[in-house]
């Protein structure tokens, strides 16, 4: 029912910035939270930055000050623009919806965008 779509990821050198964008489509269905996890070779999978429908934010203290979170509501849209990228960034990046249908609610996650953060 519902499908999310990554973009954004790609390379970049140290100090540099990019936007991920995750896309939900589908119907019947409203999201509560969207949110950014990245998972590195070797290490855990860990919470990046979390949004409510509301606008509440929430991140990773290794993030503060450098990441920021957004959403569109209307379109179903939750970003995440990065800057001063470290090389510790380097992950696949993973998009989460929980999403309510009816009385039901569900996790669904995006299919992973790679950022590499070189030298």
């Known amino acids: 029912q519902v499908q999310l779509v990554e973009s954004g990821g790609g390379l970049v050198q140290p100090g540099g910035s990019l936007r991920l964008s995750c896309a939900a489509s589908g119907s019947g269905f409203s999201i509560n939270a969207m949110g950014w996890y990245r998972q590195a070779p070797g290490k855990q999978r860990e919470l990046v930055a979390l949004?409510?429908?509301?606008?509440?934010?929430n991140y990773a203290d290794s993030v503060k000050g450098r990441f920021t979170v957004s959403r569109d509501n209307a379109k179903n849209t939750v970003y995440l623009q990065m800057n001063s990228l470290k090389p510790e960034d380097t992950a696949v990046y993973y998009c989460?919806?929980?999403?309510?249908?009816?009385?039901?609610?569900?996790?669904?996650w995006g299919q992973g965008t790679q950022v590499t953060v070189s030298s």
């Open positions: 989460k919806a929980r999403v309510a249908a009816s009385v039901y609610e569900y996790d669904y």
């Open positions: 949004i409510t429908s509301g606008g509440r934010t």
